[in-house]
């Protein structure tokens, strides 16, 4: 689609950026009605449709991208510059785009993963076929610094290695943008927001600044309201999903597990619920896992935005599944951004086999050993790395425990990293022989090959960054 400049940025051909009498400007609202619709890529679409109908939302998060998503999605913009953005996005649109427009619900997501302006574009077309017109879809750009880090002297943060390493294999470098960057985009005042990499608490963060008035300077109160968006940026993991145990935890309404949303304050004290007819849970323990998942230092939990303050956080119940959130804090932003780099890193051949009834695991190991002796001493494989998991007796420790009896049956995983894709397949092949050629009563062979992406990290400098905006709206002035 052929791209026309526009005052307000870039519109598409066929759509068009007229005036709309709903465009008015900000007033700073007494409460705030946030929702989680998604907490990663492959999440389900209907627990995000019903808390559109029935949450009463100003907006709508779908937080749905992680440091090995975007690199892959890298990979897909590379093999068509008109992909990159999340598999999902026009379905999860589909869904829920008629109700939001309907209750004036904005969506806020990172579903444009390497590619928001291909997203936006995608969903004013999608807005436009449901016969959805002047729907204002803004696409937030400037996290993809791929053209700058090759080029610093910055190290690679798990390595200290130069970055220079990967000078040869690297395909994405994507910065963490915060609140401020996505705050651009809201004084659009859009139905949708689209972006690309942001730090997953500030997807929730930015309408709390904006429809609050919070200086962005007041740490205090920006650690709170990171509080809450890490609290809701998983989803179904607040309400028993990633928690549940039938006999330690038990969640009940598991197969309906409804997502939270949370009503927050202006002072950003928050309760987070769900709607009573969802499944699932929000008590004190579902929200106590969630506030310290993927944080390690709880005093200190750095994002574009603030340096939070978790230790401070009072959790308190507040009726049936509902919590209470406060106290949170915080002291300044760090100076860099976090970047995510995406590298080639080879390939990965596997092969599965079972072996099951009397001496499983002995007949497993045999197969093993056979597969592993033709790849390095037949075909003279040089792997990267190889292993062999035996699931159903150590796969999930490691090898660190053994079973206390002998399984009666075990499923072989024999895998290796290599350099090029068709020494990879021959992992797949050695395993699928052992049919006629391994231990008795081997099935069920299953064999893969797939290109490796590792991701590492580095720091850029704030200054380094050029977020900026891009408007598509459908066409028509009809809303429902």
Known sequence: MVLHRYAAGWIGKGFALGASTRHTSPKLKNILRIGAGAGYSGDRVD????????????????????ERTIALAQLRKLRDPEAGFDPLLEERMRAVLPITVHNGTCIVTNMGQANPLSAAQRTAQVAQELGLGGVRVVALIGDDVLEVVPKSSN?????????????????????????????RALKHDPDVVIT????????????????????????????????????????????????????????SGMANLGFPYAVVKPSG??????????????????????????VGDPARYLTPDVAANFTSVKLERAGKDAVLVSGGSGSSRPDTLKVSVGFRDGFLGEGQISYAGPNASERAHLAAEVVIERLLSIHRLEPMEIRADYLGENAAFRGATKPSYPPAEVRLRLAAKTRTKEEA??????????????????????????????????????????????VFESKG????
């Not at 008795?440 to 380094?464: F, K, M, P, Q, Y």
Request: glycine letters at 10%.
């Open 47 to 66: 627990p995000a449709v019903e808390l559109a109908e029935k949450a009463e939302l100003d907006y709508l998060v779908f937080e749905c991208l992680a």
């Open 155 to 183: 190290t690679v943060l798990e390595t200290d290695e130069p970055l220079k390493t990967y000078e040869n294999t690297m395909i994405s470098a994507n910065a963490y943008l915060g609140a401020e960057q996505i705050l």
């Open 269 to 294: 004290e928050a309760t987070v619920t769900k709607l009573s007819e969802a499944g699932g849970a929000i008590t004190l323990d579902t929200c106590k896992e969630q506030l310290l998942y993927e």
């Open 477 to 480: 002035a009809c809303r429902p």
């Open 425 to 470: 397949q021959l992992v797949g092949r050695e395993v699928q022989a052992l049919y006629t050629n391994g231990p008795a009563g081997g099935g069920g062979a299953r064999s893969h090959v797939e290109e490796i992406i590792g991701v590492d990290s580095t720091l850029v400098d704030r200054s380094d960054i050029c977020a900026r905006t891009e």
């Open 196 to 251: 690309g990499r942001v730090a997953d608490p500030s997807l929730f963060l930015a309408p709390m600044i904006y429809e609050f008035g919070w200086p962005l300077k007041d740490y205090a109160q920006i650690g709170q309201g990171t509080v809450v968006g890490h609290l809701l940026e998983c989803a179904g993991q607040l309400t028993g999903g990633y928690f549940a145990d039938p006999v330690a935890k038990p969640v």
